[in-house]
Each structure stands twice: as structure tokens, then as C-alpha cells.
């Protein structure tokens, strides 16, 4: 017994007085600590000597096919022409102004596809949730159609449809100055002038003040009871303001209403076929993942919750806005990020369809200069940036809204 | 005497409270209802109720008629282009047409009974891998050797060795849903291991394994898919050594299974982070080491939570083999697409896209179908 003692344990009172067994030398192999330093080396050793390979081949061939690296090709004139660009650009500009353009175009996309998205997506998930069982079946069963086909196709599709459109003099007429045709789409817009400022300037004080009496509303329903209706107040502020700015100048603003002269429309705004159908195609097909995931949120709402503001009084659109939609939005907005951020990045699909997108753009300048290295190294470090922002965002986020737990 | 809380200083800490009983609202009915009265008041029960109903009606009923006039009532089944437009309908003669060249794209016709068998062997494998009474390590190894076999018989070779007996054809005479398949079933058969080395590196102790697996997964989950097709078409030509040649579809494979990887890396991430504490710990306390541990106590449970997870990005993967247009390869869709340009038959882009879609859609909702099923059986285990 006692040798199975000191063999088991050398710190028990009887074996006090025994000196300490020699700490045992454990194998290099065996030591976690240096096991995992060597491993570390070796990959680091890996990692180096296939970045250095991969760099002297490359250095070796593109020395045997005459190119070289460098941003020079930048400053030279890119003699192609752009089809739509939000600022001027003419084929004797270079290539770094052809670049920004192609950025602008990616951002003017992804902006108002992900304005659209939401609407179309918060609106659709809402729907699938309808008591109505033939509005959520017809939801359903688009949003089953658009997230089983992929992407490309259905951007093929609506690209097909709106070439088969018929020409600017048959134009489908869908609303007032708003028309329909192989050239895309043209719709009315407000022409710009300076006097358009004081409007823009009552605009925001109506903002402003409808939310000051949304808080008012809020401290007078907390103290007596009494909720009277803020949107009454909101719209006349909203609305009436910029009204009132705009009648003061005597109505300078004037609306650009396309019409048809000739063979095709001047006036009012115009969205390329490309534009239309990129558009159109991304926003059906992401709303249809929008809706998935508000309908997921809303569901993920506990029960409780809904019982007890409905047990509280609380109309059907209170306990939306002050029950459910706060804890939804919890649940909702990570994915709904990752959502708007392959938004983005489908953009780029544009090159198939000939948008001007950033790739495309990319695509065009290295097929003339052979400099596919440096384009595409600046396409992916620029959506690189867009995706890591958001994701340094959302964990921003994600702290500050996750639930405290005790 | 009204209750006191109304009193302007506790108002102020407790808010409105009120101060009368409300009364009694009359039971709901609705139990008592026959089912036609039930029905009625399903769909026309508020005004609101209503106007949705019709609202969808009315939706229905603009889109249906012209919808199901071109697809099937003036639609032509047989017949050529010239009976097709005089019809005016939907021309499904010319995807009869154009049915075998979606399939097998320019692959030689004498030899299709190779891709034939591929397709065939794909198809028993399939059947046999979503039964889980044959789910097992012994699966894995069939799939492995099958694999080996599609890619023999489609090729005639395996990296360059020849198989005895076939006749080589070179990877850009393949096409159609072959090459479709090839991109989607080898990109995840290659992607499952290489996601799972990642997502144990993102959660590995030692710091320079996890930059470099987090720098990786960042980095091919940042830029869009376009962006590795292309890196794989324009710029690893320049990494191999000058004379080395990789074939073009392979590139692409590369591209794909490297993207597909780093998704799943994320899918694996979850389920490890889901597995609880003490389950590592435990395996640590009976004194497992680090791969016992994954391989015994850890991956299987995480792996089988996020079955369904895995089963999503896959059906994600197989939609963006599509993008392979962009760089030129014969895939389903670009192929399909090819045939739009037949002298004979010009015009019908429409019918190729519907059915194209036809084909995405049914391969897409029946995973998504099985893996919503799967998740219910998986979990029948943890049903209380």
C-alpha cells in the first residue's frame, strides 16, 4: 500500500519528507507548448514558399509575355465609351476616370437595389405571414421559385424581356410621364435648380419636428393615458412644409416629364435596359431571401410576447412597433446585412449583361491594356473593403444590441 | 376613492396606469361555426381580409390566362421553328431539339455512352446516399471511388494517366449538365474537408494558424465569386512555372472548390461553437488528444447539427456554377445559351430560360425539401 501511495501521489503528509520527484523530461514531440511553435514555423514556412513560387512565376511570366506590373496604364486614355456614367466621361479619358466610373455605377446599383429590396422584402415577408392562406400561398410559392433558380438566369431572363419590349413609339404607358421600352425605362424627375433648397431645407425641419412630437405624444400618453394619432401631424409637417416653402417662392420647382419626340424621349430620367434589368433582377431575387429572414424573425418572437401585448390592449399595429418588430429586429438584422452585402457583390453579375459595373469596367480595361493582374487586383480589394467594413460594423452592432446575459 | 397611483409624482415613475376594470368582451364563436361560415370568414372575414382575397384574384387572374395560354395551350410540342411562330405559343420543340445538346454539349456523339454511364453512376449514388440506413464511413469510399470512375470515364484519363481501353477527350469538348454536375459534386465533395481543416484552424489555439485560416476564409468570403473565376483564369496561368499548363475547367474546379470551402468553413464554425463546453471538456478529462477528440467526441456531433446548413450553401454552390458563363466555360446554362444562336431556330431565348430554370428549380427545392426533412429526423433524438 504504501509504495502505491508514493507511486500516486507525493504530497500526501507520510511522503512529505521524501524529496520531490525530479520533474520528468518530456520529449520535444511531446511538448504541447513546442509542438505547436515548430508546427506553426512549418506552415509559416509553407505559406512563404508558396507565395514566393507562386510571385517568381509569376515575375518569370509575365517577363517572357512582355508585361509589367504598375499603375501607369491608369493615366492613359482609355479610347472606350461608357453607357451610362453619373459623371462625365468621353473615350478620351483615362482609364483611372473610366475606374471611378465603373465605382460609381457599382454604388448607384447597390444603393438603390438595397432600397428597393427592403421595401419589396419587409413587404413580401409580412405577406407570407398573412392569416390570408391564398396571399401567403402565392408569396410562398414565389419566393420558392426565386430562391431555387439562380441568379444569373433570372438576370437573363429580364434582360430577354425587356429587349423584346416594343421601340420608344409603342412605349408601354404604366403611369403618368412614366414609359416602358427596349430602351429601358424613363421616368419623371425633378430638374434641378438652387430655389430647390429652401424646399429641401423645410423637408428636413419637418422631420425634425415630427420627431419632437412623436416624443411629446409619447410623454403625454405616459402621463394621462391619452394617445392621440401622431401621423395627422407628421404628414402636415412633412409634406405641408416643403409645400408651404415652394408655394413662397411661387412653385419654382419644375417636373421633368419625358416625352416622346421623334424616335425616342427627352426629358425625365432614363434607366438603361442594363440598369432596369440588373436592377430588377437583383431586387426580386434578394427580396425573396429578405422575406425569408424577416418572416424567420418575426416568427422567432416568442409567443408570450404577442399574447401579452394583445392581453395589455395594444391595437395590432402598436404590437407590431413596440412588441414584436424591436425583438425581430434583433434576430433580423445580421443575416439582412449579409443579405445587402451579396446585394453588392452580385452586383457584379452586371458583366454579363453589359453594365458598366465596376467589373465590367475592370473586365473591358484589361482585355485592351493585358493588365488583368492589376484589375482584378483592384476590383476584389475594393469589395474586400465594402464586405470587411460591414462585418467590423455588424460585430459593432451585434455588441451593442445582443442581450445581456447574467 | 380612486386608486392613489394617479397622483402626479408616482404617474411620473410608473406611468399610465388605469384605473377602472374594462368590460367583459363576448367568447369568440368561431368554434361553433360550420366550415363553409369557417371558410367564408378565413377569406372575406374583414374588409381588409377581403380586399386581399380579391386583391390575389384578380392577380391570378391577370396572370394565369396568358401565362398558361403560352405554356401549354398555344404552345407547339413538335414541329419546327416556322410551325412554332405561326402557333404563336411557347416553342417547346426547339428544347426538344436542343434536349441531348444540353445534356452532353459537344462531347463526340459515337462516345456518349460514356457520359451516359457518368450520369447514370451520379444517379445510383444519389439514390443511395440520401437513404440514411446506408450512411456510413463505407459511403464515403464509394463516393471517393466514384468519383475516380466519373472522371475516368468522361475524360479517359486522370491527370494525365489514360485509362486502358478509352479514348481521351479533352476537357473543353465537354459540356451541358456534365460539366454542371462535375463542378458542383466535386467542388463540395473537396470543399467538406478542406472547410472542416478551416474552420478547426479559425478555432485553433495557436495564433498563426488562425490568421492564416481566418485571412483565407475573409478573403474568399469577401470579393464576389466573379472575382476568384477570374484570378483563376487570368492569373494563376502566371504562378505555375513557365511550361506547366492546368487545364481550364480544372482552374475553375480550383476556384470553385476554394469558395465553396470557405463557406463551409463558416457552416462547420457554427456547429463547433453550438457543440457545449463540456463536451470538449469532457473528451479532454478521459484524456483524448487533440484529433481523437475532433475526430470522436466533437466533429460528429458538430457535422450532423449543421446537415441542413451545409445542405443550403450547397444548393447556393449549385446555382453559382452558372457564373462559369462569365469565363467561358460549357456548363448547363452556357450551353443551353449557345443553342440560342442555331440559324434554324432563332428567337426562343425565352423557352431556354424557362426551361432551364425548370431544371434549377426542381434539382434546388428538392434538396431544400430533403434537408427540411432531414432536420425534423435528425432531431427526432433530441424531441421531447
Redesign the interface.
Known amino acids: 500500500m504504501p509504495i502505491a501511495m508514493s507511486t500516486l501521489d507525493a504530497s500526501t503528509p507520510d511522503a512529505s519528507s521524501r524529496p520531490l520527484p525530479e520533474p520528468t523530461r518530456t520529449a520535444l514531440w511531446n511538448d504541447p507548448v513546442k509542438r505547436g511553435i515548430v508546427l506553426q514555423l512549418l506552415l509559416a514556412a509553407f505559406v512563404l514558399s508558396v507565395i514566393w513560387t507562386a510571385y517568381g512565376n509569376m515575375r518569370a511570366n509575365m517577363s517572357a509575355r512582355g508585361l509589367v506590373f504598375g499603375w501607369d496604364y491608369l493615366a492613359r486614355p482609355a479610347n472606350f465609351a461608357i453607357g451610362e456614367a453619373l459623371i462625365p466621361f468621353s473615350a478620351q479619358d483615362n482609364y483611372g476616370r473610366a475606374l471611378v466610373v465603373g465605382i460609381l455605377n457599382t454604388i448607384k446599383i447597390a444603393v438603390v437595389g438595397i432600397m428597393l429590396t427592403t421595401f419589396l422584402g419587409i413587404a413580401l415577408g409580412v405577406m407570407r405571414l398573412s392569416s390570408n392562406p391564398l396571399l401567403a400561398r402565392l408569396v410562398s410559392g414565389y419566393i420558392e421559385v426565386v430562391r431555387n433558380t439562380p441568379l444569373l438566369l433570372q438576370l437573363f431572363l429580364w434582360y430577354a424581356i425587356i429587349n423584346s419590349l416594343p421601340g420608344p413609339r409603342q412605349a408601354v404607358h404604366f403611369g403618368p410621364g412614366m414609359y416602358l421600352s427596349n430602351r429601358g425605362m424613363k421616368v419623371p424627375w425633378l430638374e434641378w435648380s438652387p430655389a430647390l433648397w429652401p424646399m429641401i431645407w423645410a423637408l428636413v425641419a419637418g422631420i425634425i419636428g415630427s420627431i419632437i412630437a412623436s416624443r411629446m405624444l409619447a410623454r403625454r400618453r405616459g402621463a394621462t393615458g391619452e394617445a392621440p394619432p401622431l401621423w395627422p401631424i407628421a404628414t402636415g409637417l412633412i409634406l405641408g412644409l416643403p409645400f408651404l416653402a415652394s408655394a413662397a417662392q411661387g412653385f419654382p420647382a419644375t417636373l421633368s416629364i419625358p416625352v416622346l419626340q421623334g424616335f425616342n424621349f427627352s426629358g425625365g430620367i432614363e434607366l438603361s435596359p442594363e440598369f432596369a434589368a440588373l436592377l430588377t433582377g437583383l431586387v426580386l431575387y434578394t427580396a425573396a431571401f429578405v422575406a425569408e429572414i424577416v418572416r424567420g424573425g418575426i416568427q422567432s418572437v416568442y409567443k408570450g410576447q404577442w399574447e401579452a401585448a394583445r392581453s395589455l390592449g395594444l391595437s395590432s399595429g402598436q404590437l407590431m412597433r413596440l412588441v414584436i418588430l424591436p425583438q425581430a429586429l434583433r434576430v433580423i438584422i445580421p443575416p439582412l446585412t449579409s443579405q445587402y452585402l451579396n446585394l453588392t457583390k452580385n452586383s457584379s453579375l452586371a458583366v454579363a449583361i453589359g453594365y458598366p459595373d465596376l467589373v465590367h469596367i475592370s473586365n473591358t480595361t484589361m482585355n485592351q491594356t493585358g493588365r488583368a493582374v492589376e484589375a482584378i487586383l483592384v476590383f476584389a480589394s475594393i469589395y474586400l473593403t465594402i464586405s470587411l467594413l460591414t462585418s467590423a460594423f455588424m460585430n459593432w452592432y451585434n455588441a451593442r444590441v445582443a442581450i445581456m446575459e447574467r | 376613492m380612486n386608486a392613489p397611483i394617479s397622483t402626479p409624482t408616482t ?2 415613475a410608473l ?2 396606469v ?1 384605473g377602472e376594470t ?1 368590460s367583459q368582451m363576448p367568447p369568440p364563436d368561431d368554434v361553433r361555426l360550420s366550415v363553409s361560415r369557417r371558410v367564408a370568414r ?2 372575406f372575414g374583414t374588409p381588409a ?1 377581403a380586399a ?2 380579391i386583391g ?2 384578380l ?2 387572374a391577370w396572370l394565369l390566362p396568358p401565362l398558361l395560354n403560352w405554356a401549354l395551350f398555344k404552345a407547339t410540342w413538335t414541329g419546327n421553328a416556322t410551325t412554332c411562330r405561326e402557333a404563336g405559343g411557347a416553342c417547346w420543340s426547339f428544347i426538344r431539339e436542343k434536349f441531348w445538346f444540353s445534356v452532353f454539349g459537344l462531347y463526340p456523339f459515337e462516345l456518349r455512352w460514356r457520359p451516359g454511364l457518368v450520369l447514370a453512376l451520379f444517379a445510383g449514388m444519389v439514390a443511395i446516399s440520401v437513404q440514411q440506413r446506408f450512411w456510413s464511413g463505407k459511403l464515403i469510399y464509394a463516393w471517393i471511388a466514384a468519383l475516380a470512375v466519373m472522371w475516368g470515364l468522361m475524360g479517359g484519363q486522370v491527370l494525365g494517366i489514360p485509362v486502358p481501353g478509352l479514348d481521351p477527350v479533352p476537357t473543353r469538348l465537354w459540356g451541358g449538365w456534365l460539366v454542371t454536375i462535375f463542378l458542383a459534386v466535386f467542388g463540395a465533395a473537396l470543399a467538406y474537408p478542406i472547410g472542416i481543416v478551416l474552420a478547426l484552424g479559425r478555432r485553433s ?5 488562425r490568421l ?1 485560416c481566418v485571412c483565407w476564409i ?2 474568399i ?7 476568384l473565376l ?2 483563376a483564369t ?2 494563376v ?6 511550361g506547366v499548363e492546368l487545364d481550364r475547367l480544372i482552374r475553375a474546379q480550383i476556384a470553385f472548390i476554394m469558395f465553396a470551402a470557405a463557406y463551409m468553413a463558416e457552416v462547420f464554425r457554427g456547429g463547433l461553437q453550438a457543440i457545449p463546453k463540456g463536451q470538449y471538456e469532457g473528451a479532454d478529462s478521459i484524456g483524448l488528444n487533440y484529433s481523437q477528440k475532433m475526430r470522436l467526441i466533437v466533429l460528429p456531433q458538430a457535422l450532423k447539427i449543421t446537415i441542413p446548413a451545409q445542405v443550403n450553401t450547397f ?1 447556393g454552390m449549385f ?2 456554377t ?2 462559369v ?2 469565363i467561358g466555360i460549357f456548363d448547363f ?1 452556357t450551353t443551353l ?1 449557345s443553342s440560342l444562336g442555331d440559324a434554324n431556330w432563332l428567337g426562343f ?2 423557352e431556354a ?1 424557362v426551361y ?2 425548370a431544371v ?2 426542381v434539382c ?2 428538392a434538396m ?1 425539401q430533403y434537408s427540411q426533412r432531414l432536420e425534423i429526423t435528425l432531431n427526432e433524438g433530441q424531441r421531447r
Open positions: 404617474a411620473r406611468s399610465f388605469r374594462l378565413t377569406y381580409n386581399i382575397t390575389c384574384i392577380v391570378l489555439q495557436r495564433p498563426f494558424v492564416v475573409e478573403f468570403r469577401g470579393v464576389p465569386l466573379i472575382s477570374f484570378i487570368f492569373i496561368p502566371l504562378f505555375m512555372p513557365t444548393i446555382k453559382d452558372t457564373l458563363l462569365i446554362f445559351r431565348a425565352t430560360y432551364a430554370a434549377y428549380f434546388c427545392y431544400s
